[in-house]
């Protein structure tokens, strides 16, 4: 008898991803297991100001200088506020979309890694979280759990490099790693991981792809000093 095909690991981890989210938009659904924060309910009024149309204080309302979650926040606020109208609840769905993306990168890294029953587990605990992590998990602050979320998604994204390494997949970690480290300063220890995890698994062609991606925060951090006059 032959045996069943594995089922596909981007439907699986798409749909834990989702579960996930069922679950996190029934907690929010109970305001007084979710409190508001302050720093919270500033990134929520940035994004309102951005909605109507104050673009131009994009990175001057920054609840911190350099916090990039804080700005990301703020647009993807912002976006769904037009789309659904803006309320505290609409609010709360950012750190539900970001549960979703630590839900679904988690798992395709544990399938890949550590087997599909590592991944079930994964999936379950985020299902059944305790009390403060599914608290801190919720609250938008835009660089607390959001930079445990881009750490996920770059190991799983190296994971693949090792998989197999090619000049596209190495710019696309570049990428990330800029992105987490725009979220917030806390995602450096990222950078440190590289030479343990990749050494002699990347061409020189790779390494430069990587180091290229990786550069584009400097970018970033240069129009937030001079827009802004943040320092890090």
Known sequence: MSESPAPDPSKVAIAIALAVMGAQILAVLQPHAIPFDQEEL????????????????????Q???????CTQHALLGAGLFTLMGHSLFVWKLIPV?????????????LSAHCGQIASAVFGMLLLFPPPAFLELSLTAWGNHFESGVAAIVVLWLIGRVIQHATAARSFILGLSL???????????????????????????????????????????????HYQALSSP
């Open 42 to 61: 500033y990134n929520a009024a940035h994004a309102r100001l951005v909605q109507l149309g104050h673009m131009d204080y994009l990175l001057d309302l």
């Open 63 to 69: 609840y911190r200088g350099h916090c990039g979650g």
């Open 97 to 109: 979309l970001w549960m979703g993306l630590f839900a679904y990168a988690g798992v395709r890294f």
């Open 178 to 224: 800029a992105w987490a480290l725009w979220i917030g300063f806390s995602s450096a220890f990222l950078i440190l991981a590289l030479p343990v995890l990749l050494w002699r698994r990347l061409s020189p062609r790779s390494w430069a792809s990587l180091v290229a991606g990786l550069s584009t925060v400097i970018g970033i951090w240069g129009l937030q």
